[in-house]
């Protein structure tokens, strides 16, 4: 009978909101007195009103204050909210709620979303829910002294710095090949490759010789000619598109051996099948490992034998407010932990896992897990707490009774960190890396390290923790960095024992003793450094780190983040906090300026990486469009570290060649976006792609595949002009000029 009422009251509360529409305006950004920047964020909630108790929301933490004093906004945890207002449960046809939000609103990513409504009897439901647009007025992106939209000008002068009357050969591809001779003449054979394995001191180096009637490839590994093989497959050279294929001698081989991007699906869930698709365009450009980011603050995503809270708990989001069966909701959702639909819920299961490191074997791309700890633990935490509550079991408890340490992370959470004084977390450690290195062997797949993470551990995690204060003093630890590099080398010796090599952020490596340095160094596999900023009045981060001995993976901000915006468009994806990554950024992301280095230095740089952290992103095709052609310029960096292509050179091969071959595989990518000028009141638009449709309109309105199309410059008098970009199925974001 329980169970009957449940599903009657579930569908009662479906039916209840099914009517329920949000729709969410940014009203305007504006500054008080004091000239503090703020914006009035507005909901309008048409529908079933009276079913309504709360109305949830996930957005990037701010400080909110209702203007109507009558309502208010609740935060269940950093990023997650719940209003209430008398409005609500009422007859009313609609119910406006006006809040004012700390900062400015800039960019689409940072308004709300994971909109759903909790009924009164308590139970959740998905709402349909809008957002008006925010290029409508200025006020709506930029407050004074605050406007980084790139207009119409700059984006003009910028397309023009890309234009190149090169020409385009056969053999300019991306990345570049170190060096190809021409021999004379046209291959005329069937197709057929022959192989020949070779010793070289680069064990990725091939030599693919074209000659009239045949193609023979030399290799030094297994892995050299699967390379080589994909490049003569990918780049349509056998059996050819007609176009007679000059004769060559194609010499190759990278600058540095570890070529990287890391994907993180544990923020929001990317499925195995979209993975294997990573998977495909990292062996395209010649990248040779995938960074699994499979857990963190908001999730747990890989299976785990004998630890099934993980998954059980830690994968599952949506509205609580104990989480003791499930996560809070965080970035996106409808409220239910059991839906499939989004990206909030799932995880890898383990024979799922072991079938992906074989397809990744086959492209040949190495894996390297990411198990976060001691901090960026939060879901983790979470389920071994499930655990102890329904099992009784402690010895998996990663932290105590009794803590009243207060801190904040960089993410705004307050209980996210493992306790390194207490047996669980190393116990738990062992437990997941065992079974994952379990994973491996049954795949058959080698283990080349694993990433303990180690970085963003906030100031006062432990000040409050009994036995971390204990531990300081009985090891004479100092501080609580000093416990933190405890960790650290506790995790060195459980994987150093197992022999697998330990990777981790910049703080593993930075700030920490002689001693240290000469235990960890050699125990570590690479050290990803992403700070560009001095550290400990050393210079910078990664000289710090290469001078300490490690060997480090460049992983600049800058440069290599990929889930960084495009440019400051409100309308672009992505985040923006360590400014904007497009392909020119990370093409001139060279490492000898990054982090010089020469024969002396203890550690060296060994990698590129780049990263996509996954707070913004909502569906692989999203993905998709961080990694192309973003990921380009870093492939071609890491394969080759000195100068090679000019910006304008590099666009015109992404042009003529990457984005058609993108586009006929049916993958995404980033469009960028037309340029405005007017000159003695002639309107000149520009595209960095010859041969895309520019469509405009006069009028403020935004443009669309019927506007008007620009051919060639016109006069006019308006004083707004938008216009968009379309090509190959995509299209850019608006820009916009004003006069």
Aim: proline share 6%.
């Amino acid at each position: 009978m329980r169970k009957i009422t449940s599903i009657l009251l579930l569908v009662i509360a479906f039916i209840a909101t099914a009517k329920t529409t949000v729709v969410w305006e940014n009203m305007g950004n504006d500054k008080d007195a004091k000239g503090n920047a703020y914006y009035v964020q507005r909901f309008t909630v048409k529908g079933d009103v009276a079913k309504i108790d709360r109305l949830c929301f996930n957005q990037f933490a701010r400080q909110m204050t209702p203007l109507n004093s009558a309502d208010s906004v609740v935060e269940i945890v950093p990023g997650y909210y719940y209003i209430t207002s008398p409005q609500f449960g009422t007859a009313a046809d609609s119910v406006v709620i006006d809040i004012r939000v700390k900062g400015t609103m800039a960019a689409i990513c940072y308004a709300p979303d994971g909109v759903h409504v909790v009924t009164k009897e308590g139970l959740t439901a998905g709402v349909k829910y809008s957002r008006k647009s925010i290029i409508d007025r200025p006020e709506q992106w930029s407050v004074e002294g605050r406007d980084k939209m790139p207009y119409g000008d700059s984006i003009y002068r910028f397309n023009e710095s890309l234009v190149s009357n090169d020409s385009i050969g056969v053999y300019d591809v991306i990345p570049s090949f170190k060096s190809v001779k021409m021999l004379g003449g046209h291959y005329k054979g069937n197709g057929e490759v022959i192989s020949h394995a070779i010793t070289h001191s680069n064990p990725e180096f091939y030599r693919i010789t074209i000659s009239t009637d045949s193609v023979v490839v030399e290799y030094a590994s297994e892995r050299a000619l699967k390379i080589a093989h994909r490049v003569l497959s990918t780049h349509n050279y056998l059996p050819g598109d007609g176009t007679p294929l000059p004769c060559a001698v194609i010499e190759d081989y990278p600058d540095l051996p570890y070529r990287a991007v890391m994907i993180d699906i544990a923020r929001n869930f990317q499925r195995v099948n979209d993975l294997q698709t990573v998977v495909q365009m990292l062996a395209r450009y010649r990248l040779n490992t995938l960074h699994f980011h499979f857990c963190d603050d908001e999730a747990w995503r890989l299976e785990i034998p004998g630890l099934p809270e993980l998954t059980n708990v830690g994968s599952r989001r949506g509205y609580t407010l104990d989480e003791k069966n499930h996560l809070v909701q965080i970035f996106a959702g409808n409220g239910d932990p059991n839906t499939a639909e989004g990206t909030a819920n799932g995880y890898i299961s383990r024979g799922e896992f072991i079938e992906f490191l074989r397809y990744c074997q086959e492209y040949g791309i190495d894996v390297v897990p990411e198990i976060e700890s001691p901090g960026h633990a939060r879901a983790a935490i979470k389920s071994m707490e499930a655990r102890y509550r329904n099992t009784g079991d402690a010895s998996y408890r990663l932290i105590e009774d009794g803590d009243t340490s207060r801190y904040t992370s960089a993410q705004a959470f307050h209980d996210n960190v493992m306790n390194p004084a207490l047996p669980g977390p190393y116990k738990f450690m062992e437990k997941v890396i065992d079974e994952i290195a379990l994973m491996y062997k049954e795949a058959g797949v080698p283990l080349t390290a694993i990433h303990i993470g180690g970085d963003e551990v906030p100031r006062g995690a432990w000040n409050g923790a009994p036995s971390a204060l204990a531990l300081i003093k009985n090891k004479n630890l100092k501080d609580e960095k000093g416990l933190h590099a405890y960790f650290v080398q506790q995790l060195a010796k459980i994987l150093s024992q197992r022999g697998i090599k330990m990777n981790g952020w910049q703080e593993i490596a930075v700030g920490h003793t002689p001693e240290y340095n000469a235990e960890i160094a050699p125990l570590v596999g690479g050290v990803n450094c992403w700070s560009t900023l001095p550290s400990h009045g050393h210079g910078g981060v990664t000289r710090e780190a290469v001078n300490a001995g490690y060997p480090i993976i460049l992983s600049n901000v800058n440069h290599f983040y990929l889930d960084m915006t495009y440019n400051y468009h409100p309308l672009e994806k992505g985040l923006n906090w360590g400014g904007t990554v497009d392909e020119f950024n990370s093409l001139a992301g060279y490492p000898a300026q990054l982090c010089p280095t020469d024969s002396t230095t203890p550690g060296r740089i060994i990698g590129i990486s780049g990263h996509v952290f996954a707070e913004t992103m909502r569906s692989f095709p999203q993905l998709q469009s961080f990694l192309l052609p973003k990921m380009l310029g870093l492939a071609e960096r890491a394969w080759n570290n000195s100068e090679t292509y000019t910006p304008a050179m590099f666009n015109n091969i992404i042009c003529k060649k990457e984005l058609p071959r993108l586009a006929l595989r049916g993958w995404n990518f980033h469009l960028r976006q037309p340029g405005i000028i007017v000159e003695d009141g002639i309107v000149k638009m520009n595209s960095p792609y010859p041969g895309a449709v520019i469509r405009y309109t006069l009028d403020g309105s935004e443009p669309n595949s019927k506007s008007a199309t620009y051919t060639e410059p016109f006069a006019s008098d308006a004083t707004q002009i938008r216009a968009r970009l379309y090509h190959l199925g995509k299209e850019s974001v608006t820009t916009i000029l004003f006069k």
